[in-house]
T-cell receptor, first 108, second 113 residues
């Protein structure tokens, strides 16, 4: 099956800093999503991005499907950005395969 | 007006008991899922249903039995609960299989004591 790796596993930032999270996957996919799991445990949809680039406020994402990776950019980080960021991919098998996540802590 | 809603949010129960978690989506989606998140935060598929039909059963013990009475509902019943079943269970839905965006419920934290 498809393997999904995320890096870095842990990240600590000072408020206002920028960061890049990476998601590598081992096979071609139909679908790629980024989620933020906030400290209350909710899984928030950030981007549905099988290919290309999208931006939403301080967050943007790029997926290069031919090279099997996706990047999530967080600019001017805020304490509310803390939590775990997951990448999930799907290859037409009726399941989304999650990476192990990047745990982000933003310090005030 | 929650898109994917699960009840209950918290469930504490003793070993050996039977419990159910309910899930409803109001998005008009065809496909629904159950995921388990373990203590290390890893999210793993358990079941997927499309138009009330079981598509995936990802080597889940027989004690777990999903039921989809209609396209908008997917419930999870667990028999003879074990300590190892303690986890957060998430329900999700997508319009058509995994080609489209998935939306997750708020999760049910199950604690077996």
């Amino acid at each position: 099956g498809i393997q999904v790796e995320q890096s870095p596993p842990d990240l600590i930032l000072q408020e206002g800093a920028n960061s890049t999270l990476r998601c590598n996957f081992s096979d071609s996919v139909n679908n790629l999503q980024w989620f933020h799991q906030n400290p209350w445990g909710q899984l928030i949809n950030l981007f549905y991005i099988p290919s290309g680039t999208k931006q939403n406020g301080r967050l943007s994402a790029t997926t290069v499907a031919t090279e099997r990776y996706s990047l999530l950019y967080i600019s001017s980080s805020q304490t509310t950005d803390s939590g775990v960021y997951f990448c999930a991919v799907a290859g037409g098998t009726y399941k989304y395969i999650f990476g192990t996540g990047t745990r982000l802590k933003v310090l005030a | 007006d929650t898109a994917v809603s699960q009840t209950p949010k918290y469930l504490v129960t003793q070993m050996g008991n039977d419990k159910s978690i309910k899930c409803e989506q109001n998005l008009g989606h065809d496909t629904m899922y159950w995921y388990k998140q373990d203590s290390k935060k890893f999210l793993k598929i358990m079941f997927s249903y499309n138009n009330k039909e079981l598509i995936i059963n990802e080597t889940v013990p027989n004690r777990f039995s999903p039921k989809s009475p209609d396209k908008a509902h997917l419930n999870l019943h667990i028999n003879s609960l074990e300590l190892g079943d303690s986890a957060v269970y998430f329900c999700a839905s997508s319009l058509v299989g995994d080609y489209t965006e998935a939306f997750f419920g708020q999760g049910t934290r199950l604690t077996v004591v």
